[in-house]
């Protein structure tokens, strides 16, 4: 077997070590939100679990880097596939945030240290978010959040996505009694990800889309569709940006 098939085996067997990790975090938040896990059994799990996946994490990009790059992805079927899963504008919010993927200030996720967990734990969470898996994503959003300020910072993009997933929970169960108030929380997670870098187009997006697609909100919405006009997004989706822009255009007459 050739070196680049070795290592292709290798990283499959990596990246279906990471799918494991996922189920088994999906499972564990189950497991402790029936009470059949204790809060200390649960916080160790979940610890381990997430130092385990730092360790694959990095093994994945390490083995991807000495092997040659992959072609551009095909926005067009990643447009596809969302749409496929949740229409309107709620799938323009999953093709932005694959478009403007995973973030940190400029910084690579090749070369992690010890000190970025918080980093894996995102990754996770996006990975999660992916699969529709909005309850485990909004709970590793909030797990980087907390990581994060026990470091005295705060995260931009885990509040935005934290922000995001707890919208499309309220949109995904629009029975539960607390949706009102949940929605209230996530307009305000995304809201201080917006204070917090004026510049960061994401959740100026999500706002919009909440604000419209959600509340029914036109003129609270324009706002920050405007920004996130304002924020040049890539090539790829600027036209539904606009297009959704001007549905809420159209909506105010």
């Given at each position: ?7 292709l085996?290798r990283?499959?067997?990596l990246?279906?070590?990471r799918?494991y990790?996922l189920?088994?975090l999906?499972?564990l938040?189950?497991?402790h939100?029936?009470?059949d ?11 381990g679990?997430?130092?385990?996946a ?22 067009s079927r ?6 496929a899963?949740?229409v ?9 945030a694959?478009a ?13 240290t010890?000190?970025?967990?918080s980093?894996?734990?995102?990754t996770n969470?996006?990975?999660a ?5 909005f309850?485990?994503?909004?709970s590793?959003?909030?797990r980087a959040?907390?990581?994060?300020r026990?470091?005295?910072r ?8 934290f922000g995001?997933t707890?919208?499309l ?6 029975d539960?009694?607390?949706n009102?108030d ?5 307009r ?23 604000e ?6 036109a003129?609270?919405a324009?706002p920050?569709?405007?920004?996130c006009e304002?924020?040049n997004?890539?090539?790829e989706?600027?036209s539904?940006?606009?297009?959704f822009a ?5 909506a105010?007459g």
């Amino acid at each position: 077997m050739s070196t680049s098939g070795a290592q292709l085996d290798r990283l499959a067997e990596l990246e279906e070590e990471r799918r494991y990790l996922l189920r088994s975090l999906t499972d564990l938040e189950k497991e402790h939100a029936a009470g059949d896990v204790d809060d200390l059994d649960y916080q160790t799990l979940k610890d381990g679990y997430t130092v385990r996946a730092a360790t694959v994490l990095r093994e994945i990009e390490e083995g991807r880097g000495e092997l040659p790059q992959r072609p551009p992805r095909r926005w067009s079927r990643i447009i596809a596939v969302t749409a496929a899963v949740l229409v309107g504008s709620v799938a323009v919010g999953f093709v932005l945030a694959g478009a403007w993927g995973e973030r940190s200030s400029g910084q690579q996720m090749t070369g992690l240290t010890p000190g970025d967990e918080s980093r894996i734990v995102l990754t996770n969470a996006r990975d999660a978010m992916g699969q529709g898996d909005f309850q485990l994503a909004n709970s590793l959003f909030g797990r980087a959040i907390e990581m994060e300020r026990d470091r005295g910072r705060d995260n931009a993009e885990a509040l935005a996505y934290f922000g995001w997933t707890l919208a499309l929970l309220t949109r995904q169960n629009p029975d539960q009694p607390n949706n009102a108030d949940r929605l209230d929380a996530a307009r305000l997670a995304l809201g201080q990800a917006a204070e917090l870098e004026p510049d960061y187009a994401d959740p100026q997006c999500f706002l919009a889309i909440v604000e419209f697609q959600f509340r029914g909100d036109a003129a609270a919405a324009l706002p920050h569709i405007e920004k996130c006009e304002a924020s040049n997004p890539p090539a790829e989706v600027a036209s539904l940006v606009s297009s959704f822009a001007d549905q809420i255009r159209a909506a105010l007459g």
